[in-house]
Structure formats: structure tokens, C-alpha cells
């Protein structure tokens, strides 16, 4: 429970009293109903032996459907109970509350029609990872756009200012607008977010952009280092993260982060690998550089095309390329 509050977008209730538990007789909807919630985590832990098997499962609230299940073995004589409580905890998490998640994904298909201007301020948020979905330019105006109108209707939502400072930070970032003026309202929203939420790992990240953008060298890499402190977990921001040190040439530490993000979250977007391609690229490994840059898998943003005929290009490859 303690992993998943650290997700500011999610709101968790429970755990369930003893009196609540399914297996007296409380089914997944009427769980729904009487907590007020969308979806519901559950799971079971079994021993047999020295082996200890762990199973999870989300489910809607509404439809009984089950979204998401694993199960997890460990031995308990290679593997204390603290080292499998931190490796279950960390990967239901970020399964589930991370932005590319379970949970994340499912809201986002009931959203993907309507329009930015009846949009709830949870819808909003969900546009702004939407676009970090897809990556195309309509994504990019709608997010804006349903973000600007949140922050219109409340000026101290702190988790709409960071993402509307981030995802202008993206549009500095890929030169669609590299104004002064942009970099200053990008700082504005940055120091707003903090200033209302010190904790918010966002708000921490926004601004280590800024810094990163100004080339402040030791700012960023402190801002960056609290946002992951955080929350370990979000694997959206620990990749992005990630990104950010590689181009500052911190690339060990860089590719441990990718790794964790990757391996935490198995619906991971395919822009997750991007630090590795740039790393073996850098390093001349060019065949290794073209498996990362198809795995990157992003047809609509151009990066995609742009690595893939990079990588091709310097295996000779021409006519492809």
C-alpha cells in the first residue's frame, strides 16, 4: 500500500477489514461499491516447504474483469522474506500505478474519444501520459490544452503545473519551441509544483530539467537524485532520468536505471530503450544499436525512423537506411 501512495494520480484506500476479505463472501463488485473504488489488488501468500509462492491480481471494481495476475516463487533459503517483500513490492507497483502501468492503460481507453474541454482534472493527467504514449503532435496539443484548463480552474494544483512545465519541457527539448520565454514559464510551473508540493516526484523532476536546460550541472543532478528518492518505483520518470544523466554523460549509472525501469514494468514503451541504443552507438556497436533502435517502436514520433537509418546507415547499409 505504502508504494502504490506514492503514485500522486492514484488515490488508495485500505488495506480491507478482516470483515470485508472476499473469502467471506465479499465479491470484487460490492467491494467496489462499498469503498468508493475502480479497481481492486488483492493477492495470497503460500508456503510449502522453503518455498514461498506469492500471488497478485487487479481486478475492476466495476466489471469483476480481471486486468492483471502473476505469481511470484522464492526460496527462503537463498532469499530473506525483507529481500522478497522489497522485489514484490517494488515490481506490483510499478506494474500496476506506474504511468505506462495496468492501471494507466485501462483509464486511458475510456478517455482516447473525448474531448479536451469536458474533461475531468484526473482526465487531464491522463492525457499527459497519453502523449508519452504515442508521442504525436495531436497528443501533444490535447495534453496542453486540457492541462492549461485545469491549472485556469485551480492555480494550485501542483501536479498539473509539473506536467504542464514537463510537457513543454519536451516541446524545448525537440526545438519545437526554444524560446527564452518558454524555458522561463517552464521554471515558473517548476518552482510552482514544488513550492505547493515538495514531495511530488514530478515537481522535483520538472525543475531538474530547467537546471538540466541551463546546464547547471550540480542543481540537476540533485533534483533528479530527490525525484528518484521519491518514488524508485515510477518507472516514467526513472527512464526519463535515465535519459537525462546519459546526455550528461553519467551513462553507468544511466543504463542501471533503464534496466530497472525495463525489467519493473514489462509494458514499458518502447522509448525505454533509447539510453541503450544511444549507448551502443556511441560505442560503435552498431547491430546492438539496431536491435535497441526497433525495439524503440514509436512509428509517429521521429525519432524512430531517425535511429533506425543512423544504425543502418554506419553498418553500411545504405539503401535501407
Given at each position: 500500500?505504502?508504494?502504490?501512495?506514492?503514485?500522486?494520480?492514484?488515490?488508495?484506500?485500505?488495506?480491507?477489514?478482516?470483515?470485508?476479505?472476499?473469502?467471506?463472501?465479499?465479491?470484487?463488485?460490492?467491494?467496489?461499491?462499498?469503498?468508493?473504488?475502480?479497481?481492486?489488488?488483492?493477492?495470497?501468500?503460500?508456503?510449502?516447504?522453503?518455498?514461498?509462492?506469492?500471488?497478485?491480481?487487479?481486478?475492476?471494481?466495476?466489471?469483476?474483469?480481471?486486468?492483471?495476475?502473476?505469481?511470484?516463487?522464492?526460496?527462503?533459503?537463498?532469499?530473506?522474506?525483507?529481500?522478497?517483500?522489497?522485489?514484490?513490492?517494488?515490481?506490483?507497483?510499478?506494474?500496476?500505478?506506474?504511468?505506462?502501468?495496468?492501471?494507466?492503460?485501462?483509464?486511458?481507453?475510456?478517455?482516447?474519444?473525448?474531448?479536451?474541454?469536458?474533461?475531468?482534472?484526473?482526465?487531464?493527467?491522463?492525457?499527459?501520459?497519453h502523449?508519452?504514449?504515442?508521442?504525436?503532435?495531436?497528443?501533444?496539443?490535447?495534453?496542453?490544452?486540457?492541462?492549461?484548463?485545469?491549472?485556469?480552474?485551480?492555480?494550485?494544483?501542483a501536479?498539473?503545473?509539473?506536467?504542464l512545465?514537463?510537457?513543454?519541457?519536451?516541446?524545448?527539448?525537440?526545438?519545437?519551441?526554444?524560446?527564452?520565454?518558454?524555458?522561463?514559464?517552464?521554471?515558473?510551473?517548476?518552482?510552482?509544483?514544488?513550492?505547493?508540493?515538495?514531495?511530488?516526484?514530478?515537481?522535483?523532476?520538472?525543475?531538474?530539467?530547467?537546471?538540466?536546460?541551463?546546464?547547471?550541472?550540480?542543481?540537476?543532478?540533485?533534483?533528479?537524485?530527490?525525484?528518484?528518492?521519491?518514488?524508485?518505483?515510477?518507472?516514467?520518470?526513472?527512464?526519463?532520468?535515465?535519459?537525462?544523466?546519459?546526455?550528461?554523460?553519467?551513462?553507468?549509472?544511466?543504463?542501471?536505471?533503464?534496466?530497472?525501469?525495463?525489467?519493473?514494468?514489462?509494458?514499458?514503451?518502447?522509448?525505454?530503450h533509447?539510453?541503450?541504443?544511444?549507448?551502443?552507438?556511441?560505442?560503435?556497436?552498431?547491430?546492438?544499436?539496431?536491435?535497441?533502435?526497433?525495439?524503440?517502436?514509436t512509428?509517429?514520433?521521429?525519432?524512430d525512423?531517425?535511429?533506425?537509418?543512423?544504425?543502418?546507415?554506419?553498418l553500411?547499409?545504405?539503401?535501407?537506411?
Amino acid at each position: 500500500r505504502q508504494a502504490l501512495t506514492r503514485f500522486p494520480d492514484l488515490l488508495v484506500i485500505g488495506p480491507m477489514h478482516r470483515s470485508a476479505e472476499p473469502e467471506r463472501g465479499q465479491g470484487v463488485r460490492r467491494i467496489g461499491r462499498e469503498y468508493g473504488v475502480q479497481f481492486v489488488l488483492d493477492g495470497a501468500v503460500r508456503k510449502r516447504g522453503q518455498t514461498l509462492r506469492l500471488t497478485a491480481k487487479l481486478s475492476d471494481a466495476a466489471s469483476s474483469a480481471n486486468l492483471w495476475g502473476q505469481t511470484f516463487d522464492y526460496s527462503l533459503e537463498k532469499t530473506s522474506i525483507q529481500e522478497i517483500e522489497d522485489a514484490v513490492v517494488g515490481q506490483v507497483a510499478a506494474t500496476i500505478g506506474d504511468a505506462h502501468g495496468v492501471i494507466h492503460r485501462s483509464l486511458n481507453k475510456e478517455i482516447s474519444v473525448q474531448r479536451t474541454d469536458s474533461l475531468s482534472d484526473y482526465e487531464a493527467v491522463l492525457r499527459f501520459y497519453h502523449y508519452f504514449r504515442v508521442f504525436t503532435p495531436q497528443a501533444m496539443v490535447d495534453a496542453v490544452e486540457a492541462l492549461e484548463k485545469t491549472l485556469q480552474r485551480d492555480p494550485d494544483h501542483a501536479l498539473a503545473a509539473a506536467m504542464l512545465g514537463d510537457l513543454l519541457a519536451a516541446r524545448y527539448q525537440f526545438g519545437y519551441e526554444d524560446s527564452e520565454a518558454v524555458l522561463e514559464r517552464i521554471e515558473e510551473l517548476g518552482r510552482r509544483a514544488v513550492a505547493l508540493s515538495p514531495n511530488l516526484q514530478l515537481a522535483q523532476f520538472t525543475m531538474g530539467t530547467v537546471y538540466y536546460f541551463r546546464f547547471q550541472r550540480t542543481l540537476f543532478l540533485a533534483a533528479f537524485e530527490r525525484a528518484l528518492r521519491i518514488n524508485p518505483n515510477h518507472c516514467f520518470h526513472v527512464a526519463s532520468i535515465a535519459f537525462h544523466l546519459s546526455m550528461a554523460g553519467e551513462w553507468e549509472r544511466a543504463l542501471k536505471l533503464t534496466d530497472k525501469a525495463i525489467r519493473l514494468n514489462p509494458h514499458h514503451p518502447g522509448w525505454y530503450h533509447l539510453v541503450p541504443f544511444m549507448n551502443a552507438y556511441r560505442q560503435g556497436e552498431y547491430d546492438l544499436a539496431l536491435i535497441e533502435a526497433r525495439r524503440f517502436n514509436t512509428p509517429a514520433f521521429h525519432w524512430d525512423p531517425l535511429i533506425r537509418a543512423a544504425s543502418l546507415g554506419q553498418l553500411d547499409r545504405r539503401e535501407e537506411a
